[in-house]
């Protein structure tokens, strides 16, 4: 029976259905993380720079964004199920191809494909709990979710490395199948339909892009989008350049990147479970608001250290877990609040709120990959500019067509 959108939030501390939408969102992360040990390996197997190992995360990522364009109003007039089916069979499909792929531009084609079909999941995880639940509620299951999605970023790179060391990096495409094929499974054995089929309106073209045109419209659902999506696009610079960071330009060994990498994603999973607490007790938009500070002023001030050549692996370690951990609180609270007036295009909302936030992603990872300096500073200057930019558009844009929307809500 799918429930109401009034739900106040999950019954228990991590029901079934919220840990099978939370195994579809990490399988982004999961995806890009378990690799990330490799890129110094695949590079020197296929005789290639890192620049060009980079853009196989760079394709993914495209893969991410376009694709869920699609999903979304398909979820919307067939159900939430098929859609994940289509995508979830591509994931498994694009991932074998991975496997086998004999040189850097084959790996390049076949992480797009496989990002193609990865999307699904997290489009439709997000326009799941829009279904079942409300604003406060979904603040809470978006936090609560990163329990499963924070494990990603944790053991992903350790299983990547240890893979790496005893195996090579084509097991690790063939694991990520695997849970490709476990997760469509699951899906297709538990997973229970929460859209109204009698609700469902016909899928035309027309009407789908007007629907992506209202939503842009929408001031509050595309600033909100553009806040969690910026501090997205840092957090995405930080996986793209992480590595050469931390194992060329810092001596960190491929198999003991994991650790620094799951400290990181260790904070964020703290600070979304935090998160999840507060909810209920303080406005959205206030802890929002809050969260912004930290990356924005830390970030800044690591990136004039390096331009100034005085800083260390310690004070790059402090940038990264300052800025990720806050992403716990940023993340949930802007999704929230961007869907909460979307129940009747829930799936569209979701697609485009994807596709902002992950061609933000996409924007930084190049932006950082072209101005590739043997450095530092590019990652820190990208990550900067994307936690003061989250900053000042929540303040001077979001907060305040929110504040208005919610006044005219308590006149009416």
């Not at 799941?128 to 329990?147: H, N, P, Q, Y």
């Not at 650790?259 to 703290?270: D, E, K, S």
Request: proline share 4%.
């Amino acid at each position: 029976m799918t429930n109401t959108p009034d739900t106040p939030g999950p019954e228990k501390l991590l029901p079934g259905w919220l840990l099978l939408l939370g195994a579809l969102t990490a399988i982004g992360s999961l995806s890009i993380d378990m690799y990330l040990p490799s890129f110094p390996t695949i590079a020197q197997q296929f005789g290639v720079g890192s620049n060009l190992v980079q853009l196989t995360l760079a394709s993914f990522l495209v893969g991410l964004a376009v694709g869920q364009m699609f999903y979304g109003p398909l979820s919307d007039r067939f159900g939430r199920k098929p859609p994940l089916y289509v995508g979830m069979t591509l994931y498994l499909l694009g991932s074998l191809a991975c496997m086998v792929s004999q040189d850097v531009t084959a790996l390049i084609v076949s992480r797009f494909l496989q990002g193609l079909g990865g999307c699904a999941g997290m489009v439709i995880a997000r326009a799941v709990i829009r279904d079942r639940l409300g604003t406060t509620g979904a603040a809470k299951a978006f936090s609560l979710m990163m329990l499963v999605m924070g494990l990603a970023p944790i053991l992903a790179p350790l299983i990547g490395g240890s893979v790496l060391k005893f195996w090579g990096w084509r097991v690790i495409f063939g694991g990520l199948a695997a849970f490709g094929l476990c997760c469509l499974l699951a899906i297709h054995y538990t997973m229970q339909e929460t859209l109204d089929r009698h609700k469902a309106e016909p899928l035309h073209l027309g009407r789908t892009l007007k629907q992506y045109g209202r939503l842009l419209l929408d001031r509050q659902f595309v600033s909100y989008s553009l806040v969690g999506g910026l501090m997205q696009g840092g957090m995405f610079a930080y996986i793209t350049g992480s590595s050469f960071v931390l194992i060329e330009l810092h001596g960190i060994k491929p198999e003991h990147f994991g650790f620094v990498f799951g400290t990181n994603a260790f904070g964020l999973i703290a600070a979304s479970q935090i998160n999840a607490r507060l909810v209920g007790k303080y406005a959205l938009d206030t802890i929002l608001g809050r969260a912004l500070w930290l990356p924005a002023i830390l970030t800044l001030l690591v990136a004039v250290l390096v331009a100034c050549g005085m800083s260390n692996l310690p004070i790059l370690l402090i940038g990264f877990f300052g800025y990720l951990a806050c992403y716990g609180f940023i993340s949930p609270n802007a999704s929230a609040i961007a869907l909460s007036q979307q129940g009747k295009q829930a799936g569209v909302a979701s697609a485009l709120m994807g596709t902002l936030q992950f061609s933000l992603g996409i924007a930084a990872g190049i932006g950082m990959s072209l101005w590739h300096d043997g450095t530092a500073l590019p990652l820190m200057v990208v990550m900067a500019i994307c936690g003061a930019s989250g900053l000042l558009l929540h303040r001077f844009v979001a907060r305040p067509e929110h504040r208005r929307l919610s006044q005219a809500a308590a006149r009416a």
